[in-house]
């Protein structure tokens, strides 16, 4: 016999897909949101319609927001000719939160993987070759994660990039096998103002 009615249930089955939730800590923050009902549930699931209706893609560097083009692409303060590479968004807000790269940004969607058979058409790659004929850019930062696939994405795209165009990685502060969203914003600053050719 089930502990919770099926629309509970599923709402747990549910929130123990979200990354860093397993089913016990998605039981008990379902039972925490119905104790709470008026102050979360309610707002919560309004936030989450709102969110599923609205949230899309940028067109232009692949950053989520809620139109076509995003508010960092549109600022043109923003038009520095620096394109900060990143392997999703998560690694955008990690940049983003450090407050120091006042650019434009480029979002892969992951990151080359011949067992994944992940290559650079399923990646935003091609799009960044374009963008970077297009927008004057002059130099290209590398903010990929530090991890054998983040390195080999980093290297394809500087052999894509050729001669014209400077080539950048983050230096120091970023740990080998490490991933930006989980850094804290001093070491992504040290790192971002310590970049190096790549």
């Known amino acids: 016999m089930s502990e919770a009615p099926r629309e509970i249930e599923a709402l747990i089955d549910l929130m123990a897909r979200i990354p860093g939730l397993g089913p016990r800590s998605a039981r008990r923050a379902v039972l925490h949101l119905i104790k709470r009902r008026g102050a979360l549930l309610s707002p919560l699931g309004q936030a989450m319609l709102a969110v599923a209706e609205t949230a899309r893609e940028c067109l232009n560097c692949g950053n989520v927001g809620t139109t076509d083009i995003c508010d960092i692409c549109n600022a043109e303060k923003r038009a520095t000719g620096e394109i900060c590479v990143v392997e999703d968004v998560a690694d955008l807000w990690a940049m983003e939160r450090s407050g120091v790269f006042r650019g434009r940004y ?90 190096k050719s790549f």
């Open 106 to 195: 480029h979002v892969l969607g992951g990151t080359l993987s011949a067992l994944d058979a992940v290559g650079p058409e399923e990646l935003r790659i091609p799009r960044l070759i374009s963008r970077l004929k297009t927008e004057s850019i002059e130099e290209v930062i590398l903010a990929l994660n530090a991890t054998v696939d983040g390195q080999t994405t980093a290297h394809y795209i500087a052999d894509q990039i050729g001669d014209g165009v400077r080539v950048t990685s983050l230096a120091q502060g970023v740990p080998i096998g490490g991933e930006l969203d989980y850094l804290d914003d001093g070491t992504i600053s040290a790192a971002l103002r310590a970049r």
